[in-house]
């Protein structure tokens, strides 16, 4: 089991688009979607001041947290800033679903419009199929009962408001309040479904195994990593919103949880992409540099 998650106090923020863009929405996402707070671990305020001039020498808006499942060491930049989640809200769906295979309510053959529950979780996960979210999304009861889980799982920072359909049907996304999450609370998320606390182990492996298979996300978390790399991700992508979430396996076998929102400017996908081989670097040199202690010592 995962060491438990550490959240530290006193966010540190960066913006990167005009004040004036983001006040009101900003105000009312502080309201309504109680955030924790972020700020970096001490032994990773390099790392931070790193991503932290990596992505303010882009256009748009970055959210980042990078959560080492090993030690809970967490870095984060505009970690406690609420981001639209796009298709990443797939990840609590299946949750939501899963869960409740692990309770003996349902099972990955029930039928769900027409096909296995399994296949259906595929689509979803694995090639992001809107329509195969929105019918298990009825399935499990809708919007509510995905953040009635959340909420029992004590997971907050989260809020889910709207199938896919409503999601796709209205505009603003940029500056939406609703459909959010801060980049602190989705690898919270992530770091629950890695435990074991909220999953057990047979629903643990299909999910992974269908976010191992994802094939929307070759150009971002995965495109710069070295080959070979496991990766085990979730994308969403709205008008102006591209994002990435999962885990990167390091050399040494550890898992980091990764959460990457941009919105708004240009060339989103590099930027995710460069981010997450900065983070990749540093908790490889980590395991390199702590290896070589153990090998000095012996």
């Known amino acids: 089991m995962s060491p438990p998650f550490k959240a530290k106090v006193q966010g540190r923020s960066m913006r990167v688009f005009p004040l004036s863009h983001l006040?009101?929405?900003?105000?009312?996402?502080?309201?309504?979607?109680?955030?924790?707070?972020?700020?970096?671990?001490?032994?990773?305020?390099?790392?931070?001041?790193?991503?932290?001039?990596?992505?303010?020498?882009?256009?748009?808006?970055y959210g980042i947290a990078a959560?080492?499942?090993?030690?809970?060491?967490?870095?984060?930049?505009?970690?406690?800033?609420?981001?639209?989640?796009?298709?990443?809200?797939?990840?609590a769906i299946a949750a939501t679903y899963l869960a409740e295979i692990d309770q003996g309510r349902r099972s990955l053959s029930d039928m769900v419009v027409g096909r296995p529950a399994a296949k259906v979780l595929e689509l979803m996960i694995v090639r992001s199929n809107n329509q195969a979210a929105d019918q298990l999304l009825a399935a499990v009861g809708g919007p509510a009962a995905v953040q009635q889980w959340l909420s029992s799982q004590n997971i907050i920072g989260i809020r889910v408001d709207r199938t896919i359909d409503q999601l796709l049907r209205e505009r603003g996304h940029l500056a939406d309040i609703k459909d959010v999450a801060t980049p602190v609370a989705m690898v919270a998320l992530l770091h629950k479904l890695d435990s074991g606390a909220v999953l057990t182990a047979q629903s643990r492996a299909f999910l992974f195994e269908l976010m191992r298979r994802c094939e929307t996300g070759t150009r971002r978390i995965r495109a710069m990593l070295p080959a070979g790399t496991p990766v085990e991700d979730k994308t969403g992508t709205l008008d102006g919103v591209t994002n990435d979430v999962g885990f990167i396996t390091m050399p040494d076998g550890h898992r980091v949880a990764v959460a990457v929102f941009a919105r708004g400017g240009r060339d989103r996908q590099p930027v995710?992409?460069?981010?997450?081989?900065?983070?990749?670097?540093?908790?490889?040199?980590?395991?390199?540099?702590?290896?070589?202690y153990f090998l000095r010592m012996r």
């Open 67 to 91: 959560l080492d499942l090993r030690d809970g060491s967490i870095v984060a930049i505009n970690g406690d800033t609420p981001f639209p989640m796009a298709s990443t809200v797939k990840l």
């Open 23 to 61: 006040l009101c929405s900003g105000l009312a996402a502080s309201l309504l979607v109680p955030a924790p707070a972020a700020a970096s671990s001490p032994e990773l305020i390099g790392l931070e001041r790193q991503l932290s001039m990596l992505v303010a020498a882009k256009p748009g808006e």
């Open 272 to 292: 995710i992409a460069a981010v997450a081989r900065v983070i990749y670097d540093r908790f490889a040199d980590s395991a390199r540099t702590a290896l070589s």
